[in-house]
Nanobody, 124 residues
Framework: QLQLVESGGGLVQPGGSLRLSCAASGFTLDEDAIGWFRQAPGKEPEGISCITSGGSTVHADSVKGRFTISRDNAKNTVYLQMDSLKPEDTAIYYC??????????????????WGQGTQVTVPS
């Protein structure tokens, strides 16, 4: 069974950091592009970061300079390092895999496999 599992979410004070993990099971993600998306209450989903199979990255303007995406193919895991967190970063964070891994875009319909999400809360 192909599965992505996010972990690492939680409650953090403004200015703090969290590292989210996206672990794959049932398949190896080394040839996939991996994207991170988030959805805040009452808002549309937002693509925030993605990484190609070759390690190239894209970040949304809202997180550029604060979030870093990376991958460890040996651990079959992709990470999202989130620094300088703000209350507006509060959301459920999802990772997703696109088997066409050479490029990545922050568009939900490009991704085939999705995790269940992990909650990140930054109180105001």
């Amino acid at each position: 069974q192909l599965q992505l599992v996010e972990s690492g979410g939680g409650l953090v004070q403004p200015g703090g950091s969290l590292r989210l993990s996206c672990a794959a099971s049932g398949f190896t993600l080394d040839e996939d592009a991996i994207g991170w998306f988030r959805q805040a209450p009452g808002k549309e989903p937002e693509g925030i970061s993605c990484i190609t199979s070759g390690g190239s990255t894209v970040h949304a303007d809202s997180v550029k300079g604060r979030f870093t995406i990376s991958r460890d193919n040996a651990k079959n895991t992709v990470y999202l390092q989130m620094d300088s967190l703000k209350p507006e970063d509060t959301a459920i964070y999802y990772c997703a895999a696109d088997p066409r891994g050479r490029v990545c875009v922050l568009l939900r319909y490009e991704y085939e496999y999705w995790g269940q999400g992990t909650q990140v809360t930054v109180p105001s």
